[in-house]
C-alpha cells in the first residue's frame, strides 16, 4: 500500500507527540522548552488541519485516514491534557471530564459503525477541537515561566477562561451529539 499525503501528515502527526510530551514535561524544569513543545504542538495542530483540507480536496480519502486521524488527534490532546495535568495546569478532573468525552463518543461512533451509520463530527465538537487546542498553545506559552505577575499572568488567565470554555463546550459537543444521533442506540424490533 503506498501512503497518500495526508496519510504521511496523519503518521507525522502520531510521531511528533512522544517529542511534544518530553519537552512539555521537561519545561517546568528548563527555561524555553515550552517554546519547543508549543512549536511541536502548533505543528502537529496544523498537520490535522491540513490532512483533511488534502484529502477531502484531492479525493484521497482512505479507511486508514478515516481510522487514523481521528485516533491521531485523540493522542495529542490526550498527551496535552495529561502532560499539563501532570505539571499542576490543568486541574485532573478537567482533563478526566474531557478524556471520558472522547471515550464515549468513541464507543458510540462504534456502536454506529456496527449497523452501518457514518457519523460525521458536528459543530459543536468541531468547536470544542479548535478551542482546546489554542487554549493548549496558550498555555505552552507559560509553562515553566514566571506567570504571576505582568503580561504572562495575563496570558494565562486567557488560558484558564479557554479551558473553562473548552470544559463547556466538551459537555454540550456530548449532549449534542448524544441526542443527535440517539436512533444509533435503539435495539432493531
Not at 66 to 81: E, G, H, Y
Not at 85 to 100: G, N, V
Not at 110 to 121: D, N, R, S, Y
Amino acid at each position: 500500500m503506498t501512503m497518500n499525503l495526508p496519510n504521511k501528515l496523519t503518521i507525522l502527526r502520531v510521531i511528533m507527540v512522544p517529542f511534544f510530551v518530553v519537552f512539555l514535561l521537561l519545561a517546568p524544569e528548563h527555561m524555553h522548552f515550552n517554546w519547543i513543545a508549543l512549536v511541536i504542538f502548533a505543528v502537529a495542530s496544523l498537520t490535522d488541519m491540513l490532512d483533511g483540507k488534502i484529502a477531502r480536496k484531492y479525493n484521497l480519502i482512505t479507511n486508514f485516514g478515516k481510522f487514523m486521524d481521528p485516533l491521531a488527534d485523540k493522542l495529542l490532546v490526550c498527551s496535552a491534557l495529561i502532560g499539563l495535568t501532570s505539571i499542576d495546569m490543568i486541574p485532573a478532573w478537567m482533563t478526566i471530564l474531557i478524556i471520558a468525552r472522547e471515550f464515549i463518543i468513541s464507543g458510540f461512533r462504534l456502536i454506529a459503525a456496527e449497523k452501518g451509520v457514518v457519523i460525521a463530527a458536528g459543530i459543536w465538537g468541531k468547536l470544542k477541537t479548535v478551542c482546546q487546542m489554542v487554549m493548549i498553545c496558550v498555555m505552552l506559552v507559560v509553562v515553566g515561566q514566571p506567570y504571576e505577575t505582568g503580561i504572562l499572568h495575563v496570558i494565562y488567565i486567557v488560558a484558564v477562561i479557554l479551558l473553562w470554555i473548552s470544559v463547556a463546550l466538551t459537555i454540550i459537543s456530548l449532549i449534542d451529539y448524544l441526542y443527535t444521533n440517539r436512533d444509533v442506540m435503539k435495539d432493531e424490533a
